[in-house]
């Protein structure tokens, strides 16, 4: 079992940045990827970025070259690091995990979500 918490949301202008953190605590030892999710109303979930252990990083084409995912093990947290924000990118974010230990090639693969946390951009 493992608890995800995510912080660092919060209203910017268009342009701006924020970084969001998803600290892991319980046992994630078998957590080989974990990822950033995004949703907003009447649209459906998107996969932000996933990190993979050993493996390395992807990100949803909207996002590129924009964001960067990243992660500390001695802290158990990762990060989303988000530069030239749009208002496009207005949703909550979520971070997860799967503690079964898969590389999360697939949503379903994911057994462990944080709350979220909310991210606004305004023009």
């Known amino acids: 079992q493992v608890q995800l918490l995510e912080s660092g949301g919060g209203s910017v202008q268009a342009g701006g940045s924020l970084r969001l953190s998803c600290v892991a605590s319980?046992?994630?030892?078998?957590?080989?990827?974990m990822a950033w999710f995004r949703q907003s109303p009447g649209k459906e979930r998107e996969r932000v970025a996933t990190?993979?252990?050993?493996?390395?990083?992807t990100y949803a084409d909207s996002v590129k070259g924009r964001f960067t995912i990243s992660q500390d093990n001695a802290k158990n947290t990762l990060y989303l690091q988000m530069n030239s924000l749009k208002p496009e990118d207005t949703a909550m974010y979520f971070c997860?995990?799967?503690?079964?230990?898969?590389?999360?090639?697939?949503?379903?693969?994911?057994?462990?979500w944080g709350q979220g946390t909310q991210v606004t951009v305004s023009s």
């Open positions: 997860a995990t799967d503690t079964r230990g898969s590389w999360c090639w697939n949503e379903a693969d994911f057994n462990s």
């Open positions: 319980g046992n994630s030892d078998r957590s080989r990827c």
């Open positions: 990190f993979r252990r050993t493996v390395g990083t």
